[in-house]
């Protein structure tokens, strides 16, 4: 029998890893952890960027996913668990899902934050399943460094990297389900 391609077989490995270790790391929080986490979270992205500030108390909604883990070996998954607000208020809980394909490796920690800035787009997300194409575009905060959030569709989208290193490119989607409280 011949033996297997190492270049085949590392891949296929790490792909099989990237997998497990996303689907079973964020399913396993209480809600009363993810609410502490959000609110830490919210805290995280607020400091030092004064327009995210804002954004938290003049957005019709906003959802924050305060522990999303991604990894990747040219196939990529994240997912994450997160609290869901309509005008500051608590209104339910969120999964994420995110598949992607492309030049990619490693694995991170992030903080994503979706805001809503009308009433139609956070409607479309508590309606049950909702995605955010691959073409949605994230503003990617840094220390000191201020940026204005882009709004598609009523949806804006912030991102605060915690922990790992990743390299590379991509093109997926990421998918949401509501639970209301």
Request: hydrophobic letters at 40%; aromatic letters at 8%.
């Amino acid at each position: 029998m011949k033996a297997i391609n190492k270049k085949v077989l590392v891949p296929l490995l790490m792909s099989v890893m990237v997998l497990l270790l996303v689907s079973c790391g964020s399913s396993q929080n209480t809600s009363g952890d993810i609410m502490v986490d959000s609110r830490n979270a919210k805290a995280t992205v607020s400091e030092n960027h004064q327009n995210i500030s804002e954004l938290f108390q003049n957005s019709v909604g906003y959802a924050i996913f305060p522990n999303v883990g991604k990894g990747a070996y040219i196939i990529g998954a994240a997912s994450g668990n997160g609290t869901v607000y309509e005008n500051g208020t608590l209104i339910g809980y969120a999964s994420m899902k995110q598949v992607d394909i492309g030049l990619q490796a490693g694995g991170k920690a992030f903080i994503e934050v979706i805001f809503f800035q009308t009433k139609e787009a956070l409607n479309r997300f508590k309606s049950g399943s909702y995605e955010l194409s691959g073409n949605a575009s994230a503003v990617l905060l840094e220390e000191g460094v201020s940026r204005d959030v882009e709004f598609r569709d009523g949806v804006g989208v912030v991102t605060k990297a915690k922990a790992g290193a990743m390299a590379g490119i991509s093109v997926g989607g990421q998918k949401f389900e509501f639970n209301a409280k």
